[in-house]
């Protein structure tokens, strides 16, 4: 699963342009959404941390239009560990931000998990 020119390459065996793709990436907000929250988990799963925290952060003002959708538990839940398996190795100003970041969203996820335990 994480093996990158399976995702990176086209049938054809040539490599996707994913900064070209994503310039093209328009229309409904809540499509938009959901693809940042696929974009945060893909590159989570790939081990790139930097970009799974961008492409939560591109998720971020969009979030609206996934309220009452599973899409926003995965953007909480995979933010969260992408920051976790970042923030060791990041500066020491944006440790502090990810820091605090990252509490938020484990805030979130509690609060989700005392209010519904069964699904949380």
């Not at 909480?76 to 560990?81: I, P």
């Amino acid at each position: 699963m994480r093996e990158p020119t399976a995702i990176s390459s086209s049938p054809e065996g040539t490599h996707l342009d994913q900064a070209g793709f994503d310039a093209q990436v328009t229309g409904d907000r809540a499509a938009i959404c959901w693809y940042w929250i696929l974009r945060l988990q893909t590159e989570f799963l790939m081990a790139d941390y930097e970009s799974a925290i961008a492409a939560a952060q591109k998720a971020k003002p969009l979030l609206w239009a996934a309220t009452g959708c599973i899409q926003l538990l995965d953007y909480h839940y995979y933010t969260a560990l992408a920051i976790a398996a970042a923030i060791k190795t990041a500066p020491p100003e944006r440790q502090q931000e990810w820091s605090e970041t990252l509490f938020a969203h484990v805030e979130q996820l509690r609060e989700w998990a005392k209010n519904c335990a069964p699904i949380f």
